[in-house]
Structure formats: C-alpha cells, structure tokens
C-alpha cells in the first residue's frame, strides 16, 4: 500500500495552536516538558498518576493523544563547545559526532465529528467558532474549558512544564512525522507493507490494542535497573525502557478516547451477555465473575472508563541499529508482561494514520480496547533526557555522556538565590576533577578565581593559562605579594577600614587589645588618619613608620587617651613585620603585586607554612582583603574563592588570638552571598567539620553541593547536615557510581541546587584534559619534566600522548 505523504493528513490549516481537519475535528496542541530521567521516587510517580488521572477526567468527550519523540542524533561539538583553548578544541574533536537521543513530548486534544467545521472554516478561516451551528459551538466550548481545566493540572505538576504549539511549530511537527523526520523538506511517499518505508528509512510498529495483551496487574512504577546496582533504589514506570533507554529513532503515541457514560454502559452489557450464559461454561463464568468485580471496582474507586491505543514506531536508516532495537523492544514488552501486535499492509497504514496528530478518529476501533483510566495511565512514560542550560558548566548526561550545560551561577536566580557550593567526596573520590572541571571552564569565562591549597591540586592548571594564572606556592620567606593597604589612590570606604583594623589587630596579635573596644575605636581613628594626611605609598609598613614618626601627638590630634591606644606595644609586637622582622616577608613589597592586579586565577599553595598558624591565619585575613578588591569591588565580574583540602585548614587556630579559619569562612560564606562572588569548599565528609555555630553557618549559606561516590556512611552524614528530606534527592545521591573500566571511563557527581533542584551529572574528559587534571603520581612527574624542558604544558601533553603511543605499538608488536 503506498500513498503520498499529503495524504497523511487531511488538515483543513493550523489556526493559533490548534489542528482543523476536514473530517470535522479540532486538536489543541501542546509540547509538554518531562522530569529528568532517574529524577523521580515513588511518591513522584504516584503523584503524576494521580494529577494526569485528574486532569485526563475532565475531557468527557474526544481524544487526548501524548506522543513522544526520540530522534537519534549526533552531537555537533561546535553548538556547545565554544573558544579556542587547547582544552576546548581537544574536547570539540574527542565529543564530536557522539550519539545522543533528542527527545520531546506532545500532548493533543481532540474533539471530533463537528459537522459544520469544514463549512464554518471556508467561510471565515480566522473566525470560523462564530460561524459554527450552535449544537457544535456548544460541543467546541464545553470541550476548550475541559482541556483548560486539565492543562493548568498538568501545569502544576512538579518538573513538568507546558505551552500551546505555535502555529508553525505545529505545521513543521506534522510534516516532519508524515516524512519520517528526515533532515529535509522534502516530501516522501509512505509506503505500508510488512514494514512502514518512509524515504529511505524503514521501520516497524509494535502496538498495544487489545485488552488480553495486558499483564495480570498494572503497575504505576517498577524499580528502575537501568543503572548499575547502587545503594538506593530508583524507579520509572512500566514501559519506561521504550523512552530515553531505547537507542534508535522511535515515537511512543498514546491514545485515549473518551465517550462520556457510554463506555460504562458497554461494560454494564458486557456483564449482562456474560452473566446470562455464565452456568453454560466453565469459561463464560470466570470471565464474568472477572467483569462483574471490574465492573465494581470502578464504580467504587470513582474511575474513569476509556478506550486507549498505545503504539511504538521504530524508523531508522540503518538497518543493523532497525534490527538491534527491534529485539530490544520484544524484550521489554515481554518481560513488562505485554503482549504486542506488529501491524502490516492495512493494519499498518490504519495505526500509521491515526498517529498523526488531529487525525485519531481515523484509528480503527478494533485498534483500541476498553479500559480504566487509571490502568491505562500505567503505560506512559515519565521522564526524559537530561536538559541543558543556556549557559554554565559542562558536564555529561549521565544516559549518552554527551556534554550538557549547568549553570551553576544562575544570574536569575531561577533555581537558587545564591552560588556558594560545598565539594564532598572521600579520597580518591575524583574531588579533584570535579574541581578542576569547573575552575578550568571558569577561568574560560574570564571569572576571577582564587584558590587557597595545601597541596598541589592546581598547580599544572596553572601551567595551562600561564597568562591568566599566578601560582603563589608560599614558603614564609619570600614575599605575599599581597599589599591590602593599597587603595589605587582613593579613600578607603568604612568597609576597607574596617578590614584595616582587624588585619592590624591580628599583627599586633594580643587578645586583650582585639577585645578592648576603646583600643579598636582609636585603631580605626589613626587608621583613617594615616589616608587622610598621605596620599600615596599605602602599605603597612608606612603607616607603622607614620605611627612612629606621630607619636604621641596622635593623643592630642586625635583626642585619645593613652590608655586607649599603647603605642608602644604597637610598634614593638608589629615590629616583626618590619625589615628585620619574623614575618617581614609577609608585607615586604614584591613584583608579584602588579601581577595579582591583572591575572584572573590565582593559586595560594601554603602547604610549607601550615605548621605556623599564626602565618596562616594573617595570610587568610589578607586574602579576604583581595577577595574584595578583585571581586567585590567590580559586580560586572563574578569571582570565586575556592578552599581546596579544608579540613585541614579549618581547624587551624591562632593561638595568640584565638582566631581560627572556621570563622573567618563562615563569615565569607555569609557575606559572599549578599555579593557577585562565591566561594567554595573541598572536604572529604561533612563529618570533618566541627558541630558549631560556624559550621551550622556555612551550610546555611550553602546553594550548591556536589557529592562524589562514598560510603553510607559520609551519605547519611550529608543528609544530615543538610537537612535532606526529599526522598528523589536522596535516592539520586545514593545511586551514584564511577566506571573506569569501560570503554568511556567516567566518574558520577549528585549535583544539588538546594531544595529546588538536583540531578546526576557524569565526566568523561577527552585525553587532552585527563593528562591536564593530573594532580599527582607518575604521569605527573613525567609531565613535568617534559614541561621543564619545552616550557609548555600543551607541549608537553602532546609529547605524552606520542610517548604514550610508541610504547603501546612496542607492546602490542611484542
């Protein structure tokens, strides 16, 4: 049987979001957005049972038809991966032509056999409701109102969004389904014989269309075994693996058709006509006891009958992928507990034909099969691919490991209302990379980063943007290169002073004078004093020598009295600042200053010093201090401050003055928050981290939380900690696994956007960035020594894989 793809569709025009057909019906079309896959528990899927079972009641009369579409693609580097960074390119050509499913979801409301539409349409098509007879305008509204009413459910849905088609969308969506989706605008003949041909591709329909084909029991989720065995249990729904799981082109149509009270008076005589003849057979009598208790069921449970069609269309252009999913769906049909019918020749074009959007009347009631609502809701699928964001970090979906974008600055606060994050993960976790992935692509986004280490996590990314990065690995006698007196000539605002103060207090290190208040009011006082009388030079050790050199006559000028500022224990404790001092090297200028100004990623390694508290809480004050001149000073900018190993440096404290580090980033936490910044920490478990206000303070302010695979131990305690009480979270969280073995190695991050938000993203890196993220061992070393030899890490990693790649030809010769 072969027809023109025309004729596939008798359709009258589009009007609005609306199909007009020449038989007399009306669709209103909607693309209708589905949760993420793995995303939804069980009180989830119950919950979207329920509100489409309530939604779909409200269409008493018509057809509502959802269809799903997945389209095989190959992934276009260039449409997602942008610049030209040794990283970008070497991940554009590694991602190219990876293929991934497309998928989108429709869902259509039809109303049928309004006699006077044809006519109606020809005499006005832009106002043909006003031209109808009033027995159809009646119809039309009753209808429009319904499936209002069951759009603004559906809306409300948790992860489901919907809106009315466009008028070309809906032309364009058509057309492309009658031709096969192929890539052109070609037409296509369609032809229906023991396969469906449309162009040069060909596929197969499975269908479900009669009630005997039906498990014993339908069920509204079943565990999810998509995935690898983990420690939590996810679940879909029945047919769920003929969606994202099926690797071909295919569409899943879906009809019901609703005929008010009419269905429950067929069963109502179909249990009559059994019961009459029940004690002849055996058969008749259990086949009416069946009937008679689903008869009460539904009169019981208020449900709603129906007559319902589902199909899956495979199309495909290479006939070993055709041939591979075809078993793959006998499979899945079957161990669901289905029974399928593959349609040919006329069957084939009938269930062709009542597939087309606006044109499910055409489908042959023998094609359709009474049942309950709530049963036939059981077969729809529920999740979709993962989406990507306009902008943001790259990762991999966790179902193609195709790159997919989330934005975790999210500047319109759509999901969270700030971007402080907090890193998890055990050793060897992969917290690094996790990392590294997402400073290296902030760096390409021209952020403004910096990282305070105890080790060298990030020293050879360092090495990759040698002009964007300082890589400051302080050893406690050259110098910060950090001057937090500097100004750029103008006066310093109340909160510079205020930042002055406490650095000074640390230097002078005596918690009495941190505590006194009147000691900390003249501080302030001689603080603004000293940029009021110099204009130029700012650093500490000028105003140790303007302090000095004023004397005692800062009493008289600044109306205090000795007791309220000891100069003397001034200048003899901050002394060791000074040339000469212990510390002079923390002030002492250096070239670096000029440098810090105009890089983009800076890197404090302070592993050397961190048997020196003090040293180190004094550099975290200063650091705080360039925090806000690098990336609070500028709101056009986003900048962040990353920890990396914290719970090595949080329980660093000052013994002097009792200031520890716990502190200092609770309150960087808190006010990054209210600012374009963010800042960031690294631990290994929440567990590390003290029970305190601080701690308690720090995930308060905490938008942003990776998990990376670990016991369940560090997963009840982020739990925990973070007041988890979202059971998908949860369930998300726990599933997660790293596979290196296989053919494309990826680790596995549960990313979470506070209570709003969470899913599952994969890393699989091209070899390029893999050898870049080295962060220790042998392929390390060896990288470096090739790097102290061209002065290149581009070099280098090329040079390594050329190693690399002789030694894998000797070995595979021998």
Known sequence: ???????????????????????????????????????????????????????????????????????????????????????????????????????????SFTLSSLSSLEKAYQANPLDYREKLTKADKDRLSEFLEAVESAVSIIRNIRGTQIRPLSVAEIKQHVFRFVNGFHDDEGLRDIQCADMIRIGHK????????????????????????????????????????????????????????????????????RVRLFGRYREFDKAIKSRYEGLANYEQEII???????????????????????????????????????????????????????????????????????????????????????????????????????????????ASKKRIPARNMIVAASTGGGKSVVSLNIIQQCIEQNYKLIVVEFGKSFYQLSQLYKDKSLHIDYDGTSPLGINPFYTGGVQPDNEKIKTLVNLVLKFW????????????????????????????????????????????????????????????????????????????????????????QNRDFIVFELTKIKKDPFLISVIMTILFDTIENKILSDRSVRGMLIFDEYAESQSIKDTFSGADIHSTVAFCYQKLRKENGAVGTIVQSMAQLPDNEYTKGIIANTQLLYVLPANEVVYDQTIEAFHIKNRSHINLMKSIRNDFTGTRP???????????????????????????????????NRLQEIYREVGSLETAIEQYKQLKHKDYETDFSM
Request: aromatic share 14%; glycine share 4%.
């Open 202 to 269: 060909k596929g197969v329909f499975f269908s479900v269309c009669d009630e005997r084909y039906l498990p014993d029991r339908m069920k509204t989720y079943v565990t999810d075994s998509t995935l690898q065995e983990a420690n939590s249990s996810l679940y879909m729904s029945m047919l769920e693996r003929l969606g994202v799981h099926l690797p071909c082109s295919h569409v899943i149509n879906q009809i019901w058709r609703f005929a008010g009270s009419s269905y429950r008076d067929e069963l109502s005589e």
């Open 509 to 596: 290190r005596t918690k009495s004078i941190m505590e006194d208040t009147k000691q900390v009011v003249s501080l302030t006082k001689i603080i603004r004093q000293y940029y009021e009388d110099k204009t130029d030079g700012h650093s500490f050790p000028d105003f140790y020598d303007y302090v000095r050199q004023q004397g005692h006559s800062l009493y008289d000028r600044l109306n205090i009295l000795p007791e309220y500022f000891d100069i003397d224990s001034f200048l003899h404790v901050c002394s060791e600042f000074m040339p000469g001092g212990f510390y002079e090297n923390v002030c002492r200028h250096s070239p670096l200053e000029n440098d810090m």
């Open 746 to 780: 990826y680790s596995e991050i549960f990313l979470r956007f506070m209570d709003n938000y969470a899913t599952v993203v994969r890393l699989e890196l091209s070899p390029e960035k893999l050898l870049a993220f080295q962060t220790d061992g042998e392929k390390w």
């Open 1 to 107: 049987m072969k027809i023109a793809a025309a004729q596939a569709y008798c359709i009258l025009d589009t009007v609005g979001s609306a199909i007009l057909t020449k038989s007399g019906d009306i669709s209103v079309v909607y693309l209708m957005e589905l949760p993420e896959a793995y995303s939804l528990d069980t009180a989830d899927l119950e919950q979207r049972h329920n509100e489409f079972f309530r939604a779909f009641q409200y269409v008493r009369n018509g057809f509502i038809h959802k269809q799903d579409i997945f389209l095989r693609r190959k992934f276009k580097s260039d449409y997602v991966i942008e610049g030209d960074t040794y990283i970008q390119k070497a991940e554009r050509r590694y991602f190219e032509g990876r293929e991934y499913l497309h998928h989108f979801c429709i869902l």
């Open 300 to 410: 019981n449970e208020e449900n709603v009958l129906c007559k319902t069609h589902f199909n899956i269309m495979l199309l495909e252009d290479e006939d070993a992928v055709l041939d591979r999913c075809i078993e793959q769906v006998k499979m899945i049909f079957t161990n669901a507990g289905f029974k399928y019918y593959i349609p040919s020749y006329e069957g084939l074009y009938n269930i062709f034909i009542g597939s087309v959007l606006g044109r499910e009347n055409c489908l042959d009631d023998d094609f359709m099969f009474l049942s309950d609502l709530h049963s036939s809701l059981c077969m729809a699928i529920n999740y979709t691919t993962f989406r990507s964001d306009k902008e943001g970090i790259l990762f991999n979906d966790r179902l193609f490991q195709a790159p997919v974008r989330k934005d975790i600055w999210d």
